[in-house]
């Protein structure tokens, strides 16, 4: 035994009994192999104290589906990686390709068309897998950690006036993101405000990278999402006491799913699950002007924009726009390049 380990030993055995164990079980540096014996001798009887403590991140068994949205929000790697999950899918392909072959499904000279096919799949199912760890979540699913980034995120976009700036574009009519503003409006507006609503995602995750912006389904949930963070000069007022309503599930329901065509499903949206949420809510956010300086706003538009997204999935038809119609301005995406969620690199839970 070397001089220092002898040292340490005799420190060891001269301590107290607890202090001793705090010792042997501390992770904090690589043990001895000493140490990982004497901690073992008694693992079975007393177990450290931090095994039996809360879990940093969840206080009951998660949901895989709280898992999932967790790992996003903290922009871990516990999830699959995209580009490693495609090669195993393309390795179960080939064996389905031998296997086609084996069985005289397709012959050698359709092998091309075979291998054509998975290079289409290839870049759209990359992008699926990373669309799905940037998933949005119902705002009743986060967890107090999870609402504190989301708070903390807005306050640094406010205190640099990032936030404040980016608000400022839904004041400017200019855009024409809304029915008031004639037809064209009514066919920018599910796109518009999906632009408007990654920018501020976008944003939110320069400050807390990870985070995502909950939806708050308000068909089926009828508080308003007050622990959302108010800006000052954000004036909230009683729910409903200056008129609006919530839509009930039925009218969500039917939208989504028994609207065919897209100009009838924007406008009932708009109308009637949307506007008179924004007055429902009654405040700051039930004028067009200064809505968006209420963080709410991103709440109840990523609602807005999961009900479209949920639509196209049961659903074709898709704004009729062109030229400088089809421009979300003041960006330059276009409402072709909103079309889909998941190639804008995003997905709904
Ligand atoms: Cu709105």
Avoid at 108 to 130: G, H, I, Q
Avoid at 231 to 254: I, Y
Wanted: some cysteine; glycine content about 6%; charged content about 25%.
């Amino acid at each position: 035994m070397s001089t220092r380990r002898r040292r340490l030993a005799r420190t060891q055995s001269g301590r107290s009994r607890a202090a001793q164990k705090q010792d042997r079980l501390t992770l904090e540096r690589f043990p001895t192999r000493e140490e990982v014996s004497l901690a073992r001798a008694h693992t079975a009887t007393d177990r450290p104290e931090r095994f039996h403590g809360p879990h940093p991140m969840f206080d009951h068994f998660p949901s895989r589906e709280e898992l999932r949205s967790a790992e996003a929000r903290l922009g871990l790697v516990l999830s699959p990686n995209p580009e490693i999950t495609w090669r195993r899918f393309e390795r179960q392909l080939s064996v389905l390709r031998f296997e086609a072959i084996g069985k005289g499904l397709i012959s050698s000279t359709e092998l091309s068309r075979w291998d054509l096919v998975t290079e289409r799949v290839r870049p759209w199912f990359v992008k699926l897998l990373a669309a799905l760890l940037r998933s949005r979540v119902d705002h009743r699913s986060l967890s107090a950690q999870a609402r504190q980034q989301f708070n903390d995120a807005v306050q640094h976009a406010h205190v640099d006036g990032s936030y404040q700036g980016l608000a400022a574009v839904h004041s400017d009519m200019s855009h024409r993101m809304h029915s008031m503003s004639g037809a064209v409006g009514t066919q920018r507006f599910l796109p518009w405000h999906r632009i408007y609503t990654l920018k501020m995602e976008d944003l939110l995750r320069s400050k807390k990278p990870g985070l995502t912006i909950p939806y708050w389904n308000y068909a089926e949930d009828s508080q308003r999402p007050d622990w959302v963070w108010k800006p000052p000069q954000v004036s909230r007022r009683t729910p409903g006491a200056a008129g609006g309503s919530l839509p009930s599930k039925t009218t969500v329901d039917n939208l989504v799913y028994n609207t065919s065509g897209y100009t009838d499903f924007t406008e009932g949206v708009e109308f009637d699950a949307h506007n008179q949420v924004h007055n429902w809510c009654n405040g700051t956010i039930s004028t067009p002007a200064t809505a968006a300086k209420d963080p709410i706003f991103w709440l109840l538009h990523s609602n807005v924009d999961r009900m479209w997204d949920l639509w196209q999935l049961n659903h074709t038809g898709t704004p009729t726009l062109s030229g400088a119609d089809a421009v979300m301005d003041p960006w330059t995406q276009t409402a072709g390049d909103a079309e889909d969620v998941i190639n804008l690199g995003y997905s709904y839970a």
